[in-house]
């Protein structure tokens, strides 16, 4: 099951500076939102905000109608960096974050050996962080975040510092893994073809403080260009109508 999110007005400042100013904006049950926009816009601001990370300067922010006012365990976080418990196995990260979505316990072992097996750890179980690769970590943070089925899933650039091959199969690895465990997404990127890849729509933020550039649904079945080809240029163009962010090609990578 997952869960409607309804953004109206919202106001985000650092500093009496207003970063976000204004957003109305509706996820809807199911749906995978993906946010980008020039660096520094506020994308990570509106997502810990949608997290209940952070108050609110002005406007609303709910899930299912119900205000938004601290973080809760149907809201998962998944960030780039490298959030695990360095001194748990791959085993208890999972488990932990089971116990942290209320998974009855006669269940959490058997569901924590099936999310290894799903992102492709088997025989890693007792491995700590540590003794991963960076992807294989990343898999790892993927299936916390995941598991326990959360209603909502925030995440802020949780691919960015993996190389090229490991990203791709991370975001085919997310999408099988969303298509069994239904969630609504939100995904923080500067990677415009990942956020074609993975959105349902992509928002495009203006700079900070500026409205929204353009809202862009991106076609199904899911797949990659020629069919995209189309989404890919609208946010490519929303990207750089102010000349504020990197270009197309060093996106890419
Ligand atoms: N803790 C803070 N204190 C003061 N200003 C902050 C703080 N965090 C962010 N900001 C400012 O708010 C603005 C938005 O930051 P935010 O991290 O949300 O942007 P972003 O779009 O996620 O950036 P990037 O793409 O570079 O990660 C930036 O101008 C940043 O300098």
């Given at each position: 099951?997952?869960t409607t999110i309804d953004i ?95 998974v009855p316990r006669a269940r ?146």
């Amino acid at each position: 099951m997952s869960t409607t999110i309804d953004i109206s007005d919202l106001i985000l400042k650092h500093r009496d500076r207003a970063v976000v100013d204004g957003l109305s904006l509706t996820i809807a049950s199911g749906e995978i939102l993906v946010v980008t926009g020039p660096s520094g816009c506020g994308k990570s601001t509106l997502l810990r905000a949608v997290a209940g990370l952070r108050p609110l300067d002005g406007g609303t922010v709910t899930a299912d109608g119900a205000a938004i006012v601290g973080t809760s365990r149907d809201r998962a976080m998944v960030f780039q960096d490298d959030a695990l418990h360095p001194w748990r196995t791959v085993r208890k990260n999972i488990l932990l974050a089971l116990q942290l979505r209320g998974v009855p316990r006669a269940r959490r072992s058997a569901e924590a050996d099936r999310w290894i097996a799903e992102i492709g750890l088997d025989g890693f179980g007792d491995h700590l962080p540590r003794e991963l690769s960076g992807g294989m970590r990343q898999r790892v943070q993927l299936a916390r975040g995941l598991a326990g089925a959360p209603r909502v899933v925030l995440m802020d650039e949780p691919f960015g510092a993996l190389d090229a091959q490991t990203r791709a199969s991370m975001q085919q690895l997310l999408i099988r893994t969303l298509h069994a465990h239904p969630a609504t997404v939100v995904f923080v990127t500067h990677d415009v073809d990942e956020a074609v890849l993975l959105g349902d729509r992509v928002v495009v933020l203006g700079a900070a403080g500026e409205p929204v550039r353009r809202v862009v649904d991106v076609p199904r079945p899911r797949q990659a260009s020629p069919a995209n080809d189309g989404a890919r240029a609208a946010v490519i163009e929303a990207l750089t109508a102010h000349n504020t962010l990197s270009t197309p090609q060093e996106t890419n990578r």
